[in-house]
């Protein structure tokens, strides 16, 4: 058998058997308790696309201060994080206090496929306009109240 034949399948299935490894990485998305709606919107969606690439994530509670004497404010958090991102995680490793900071370990649930690589920006349909008109605003909403207090004065 000739050497340097062996040694090139040999690397060749070498080569194969690394390609179909996935290289899982830790992600850490931070918290505070205080933290406003938009913002943990934003990102448990960022830990929703983490999740789907195959990654696992740490999800850090950081607590300053005063905040340290109500825990059960960062367990809330964390358990709406579970909440949002529902059957997509599933958590390794449950909230628990270590110091300052509160943390868990969320992985991808094998069960859940993986979504398919975003198509380019020209293949991707148009989005639907939103109908505004079903929508009131807080001005038109205090504009009504107005109107109301007014035609009851008017009245007496």
């Not at 859940?112 to 109908?131: E, T």
């Amino acid at each position: 058998m000739d050497y340097g034949k062996f040694r090139y399948e040999e690397a060749q299935r070498l080569k194969e058997s690394r390609k179909k490894t996935v290289q899982i990485t830790m992600k850490e998305v931070k918290f505070k308790p205080k933290i406003a709606k938009g913002d943990f919107d934003t990102k448990v969606r960022h830990m929703l696309e983490f999740l789907e690439e195959g990654h696992k994530v740490k999800v850090t509670l950081q607590f300053r201060g005063r905040e340290m004497a109500h825990p059960e404010l960062g367990s809330k958090i964390l358990d709406a994080v579970i909440e949002q991102l529902g059957p997509i995680a599933k958590v390794d490793t449950p909230h628990r206090l270590e110091g300052r900071n509160m943390s868990m370990v969320l992985s991808p649930d094998k069960k859940v496929a993986k979504r398919p690589n975003p198509k380019p920006a020209a293949a991707r349909p148009a989005v639907q306009p939103i109908n505004i008109s079903n929508i009131t605003t807080e001005t038109e909403t205090q504009n009504a109240k107005d109107e109301n207090i007014q035609n009851s004065q008017e009245a007496i």
